[in-house]
């Protein structure tokens, strides 16, 4: 059954991007740093981080990529496997750069007394504005914990996997900018 989606505000309208309907704020819960955004999936486990940083001055869009990839997984001491990186389009900004690495993280010495998944496919999208000295970075997080989720035969992608990546896309394809204020310092 394909998802449904709902034009979302974050950081007060500034930015607006299509989520799916039965994601909610985390901010509702519990406090989150004003830099990041928060959307958990009220019906599972997975979740979207929107987060703005400093622009990072690499040789190129997808170096940039590499250096928040590697920031986002050095130390969690997890095993992780990168199915791909690729230049991706933005439907609504498409002047801005962008890129996309989907991987999968598996926690290596999971702990007995809590509930961890047997893996994590995420994908992780990269918005450059080097204009406005910024890059926002978007984490879609969908964790596969033992028994609740259906395995698919091998090297292919679980219905998770496939949700999440139609969250991505979305992502991709609604993202915009309404306020460049927010990034004037």
Do not use: C
Request: charged fraction near 20%; proline fraction near 7%.
């Amino acid at each position: 059954m394909p998802l449904e989606y709902k034009s979302t505000e974050l950081y007060g309208g500034a930015i607006v991007v299509d989520l799916p309907t039965g994601f909610g704020d985390v901010s509702t819960i519990r406090q989150i740093p004003d830099h990041q955004e928060v959307y958990v999936d009220s019906n599972g486990y997975s979740n979207v981080v929107f987060e703005i940083l400093e622009h990072v001055d690499k040789p190129s869009d997808a170096d940039a990529l590499q250096y928040h990839f590697q920031d986002l997984v050095d130390g969690t001491n997890d095993s992780t496997n990168v199915l791909s990186q690729e230049t991706a389009k933005l439907g609504k900004m498409d002047n801005q750069p962008a890129q996309i690495l989907s991987f999968l993280q598996t926690p290596q010495n999971p702990n007995p007394r809590r509930k961890e998944p047997e893996f994590v496919s995420i994908h992780l999208l990269l918005v450059r504005l080097p204009g406005h000295g910024t890059d926002i970075l978007v984490t879609v997080n969908v964790p596969h914990y033992p028994g609740e989720y259906e395995k698919a035969a091998q090297n292919e992608p679980t219905e998770l996997m496939k949700d999440g990546a139609a969250i991505a896309k979305q992502i991709l394809d609604s993202f915009e900018v309404k306020n460049w204020g927010l990034f004037s310092a």
